[in-house]
């Protein structure tokens, strides 16, 4: 049996396309940034948000990572997928079929969590919404709580939406040129 083509421009996973490889990256990244600063590994910013977060009666700001929902994702994949094999549309109309799917569900992910965060008490500082992050501040108990949001999948430092801005201008700048 024939590798169905690739629609997207990074490696599919056994379970169909995966979002763009820099956003994956920058996921990657971010992760392990926030694993070193929970094993302490970064004292001095450890201690500076500690300080920060107790001068403002326990409230914090942390970078919330969002995507959208899956089986969505899933079945526009398998309906341009369908549209590809029976010829309709070329490999890179396919391409950029799903890329636009999955913006318009990362944008739809990101308004639900908006609405949520809202709802918790919990202020959307800003967003960059390419790599599915949010900037959010409000109460340790409300962010914690926001684990349990549709689409989030992690909580993470407040220095890593600032590297997520500062990939994202990257890419603009460069895609301008």
Same mark, same amino acid.
């Given at each position: ?5 690739? #629609? ?12 763009? /490889?820099?956003?994956?990256?920058? !996921?990657?990244? *971010? ?11 970064? $004292?001095? @910013? /450890? ?19 969002? &995507?959208?929902?899956? &089986? ?11 549209? +590809? ?17 999955? %913006?318009? +569900?990362?944008? &739809?992910? !990101?308004? =639900?969590?908006?609405?949520? *965060?809202? &709802? *918790?008490?919990? %202020? ?5 919404? @390419? ?8 109460? *340790?108990?409300? #962010? ?10 992690? #909580?993470?430092?407040? %220095? $890593? ?8 201008? /990257? =890419?603009? /700048? $460069?895609?301008?040129?």
């Amino acid at each position: 049996m024939a590798t169905p083509p690739r #629609l997207s421009e990074s490696e599919p996973d056994d379970e169909g396309m995966e979002f763009d /490889t820099g956003r994956r990256r920058f !996921l990657e990244l *971010a992760g392990v940034g926030a694993a070193a600063t929970l094993a302490g590994c970064n $004292t001095g @910013q /450890t201690e500076q948000t500690t300080d920060s977060t107790a001068t403002n009666g326990g409230a914090a700001t942390v970078t919330a990572a969002v &995507e959208p929902d899956q &089986e969505q994702l899933q079945e526009r994949e398998s309906a341009i997928r369908s549209e +590809l094999d029976s010829g309709n549309i070329s490999q890179s109309e396919a391409r950029a079929q799903f890329r636009d799917a999955q %913006s318009e +569900l990362r944008q &739809e992910a !990101l308004a =639900a969590f908006e609405e949520q *965060a809202s &709802e *918790a008490g919990i %202020s959307v500082e800003d967003s960059v919404d @390419q790599f599915g992050v949010v900037l959010v501040s409000g109460p *340790a108990a409300a #962010l914690i709580g926001a684990l349990d949001f549709d689409g989030v999948t992690a #909580l993470l430092p407040e %220095s $890593t939406f600032e590297e997520a801005q500062s990939q994202a201008q /990257t =890419a603009t /700048t $460069t895609a301008s040129q």
